[in-house]
């Protein structure tokens, strides 16, 4: 299902001429409203946000030191994972993109798409670019036996000192947050091995509750991937939005968005940390899982339950 939104200029989300839509989307939504609007429609309850999100960690020098920057619980996770590949039989490697292997990920991510409710498969438009920059990716890939059972679509960008992680599937079932973790510590290392400073995870939709769930969010911050506006990472990668949350009829409770922290003359606030919001119905909502690094704080906003 489409998400049920209302687009609304600056006047509009000031005068409380928006209201006459609540009742009937989830979202309403300023776009692209001038910075110097921004402290007015915060005000107002519109929050400027970026329109994507990259997520960015530095690789550092050792796994050592990588692990150590996460919490115990986190560290667990991962070697718990690790753990699992060959009790379940599964072998892990790094490969080239070849076409057999571009249509082995592309079925795998078919599938996971088509398990989600409101999922888009962006990679299978993209895939005849993704050929002809085939030399630049490098696959992590888990096997059992020889079927492909998850795949990073991982591609080396020298020029920005980046490992990005373009694209990831595995299969359905129990062990796919493990499988995934495992991918995204191997894009890691990968981009240490490299010689990369960064690695990060490609782009989200700044919105978690609806395409992308509030659980993605929790998942990529435990690894210790730091969200960005997609624009500091990938110049006009997105645009500014400024959004309202209404109600949830197609979005999920809680939803989750990153927004532009407010600073004097508003120009030094895009490359500040983000603020993570939390919409809810919830009176006592329980935030702990919606922590992570590098963010400027996080605030609760209360829906009112329709």
């Known amino acids: 299902m489409g998400l049920p939104m209302a687009l609304v200029d600056v006047d509009q989300a000031l005068n409380g001429q928006w209201r006459r839509y609540e009742d009937a989307v989830d979202i309403v939504r300023v776009q692209d409203p001038p910075v110097d609007t921004w402290p007015a429609l915060r005000e107002a309850g519109f929050l400027p946000k970026p329109q994507v999100v990259m997520w960015r960690a530095e690789a550092l020098d050792s796994e050592e ?28 490697s790094t490969e080239p993109l070849t076409v057999p292997l571009l249509d082995a990920f592309m079925d795998l991510y078919e599938q996971q798409v088509s398990a989600m409710r409101n999922g888009l498969a962006i990679a299978l438009r993209q895939r005849p670019q993704i050929l002809a920059e085939a030399e630049t990716y490098r696959v992590v890939t888990v096997r059992s036996g020889g079927a492909l059972v998850g795949a990073c679509l991982n591609q080396d960008l020298p020029a920005d000192d980046e490992m990005r992680a373009r694209f990831s599937a595995v299969t359905a079932g129990g062990r796919g ?25 490609g782009r989200d939709i700044n919105l978690y509750g609806h395409v992308v769930k509030a659980g993605l969010f929790s998942f990529k911050a435990r690894l210790g991937f730091v969200a960005v506006p997609g624009q500091l990472v990938e110049p006009g990668s997105g645009s500014h939005q400024a959004d309202r949350v209404v109600r949830f009829e197609e979005l999920a409770d809680p939803t989750l968005l990153l927004s532009y922290a407010p600073a004097p003359g508003e120009a030094a606030s895009v490359a500040a940390p983000l603020w993570l919001d939390v919409y809810t119905a919830s009176e006592e909502p329980d935030v702990r ?9 996080t605030r609760v906003h209360l829906v009112a339950r329709r």
């Open 65 to 92: 030191k990588y692990l150590a920057a996460l919490s115990g619980k986190d560290r667990y996770d991962i070697r718990s994972a690790y753990r699992k590949v060959p009790e379940a039989g599964l072998h892990v």
């Open 289 to 297: 899982p919606f922590r992570g690094p590098g963010l400027a704080g």
């Open 177 to 201: 947050d493990s499988l995934t973790r495992v991918l995204y510590v191997e894009t890691l290392r990968e981009a240490r091995l490299r010689g990369r400073r960064w690695a990060t995870l």
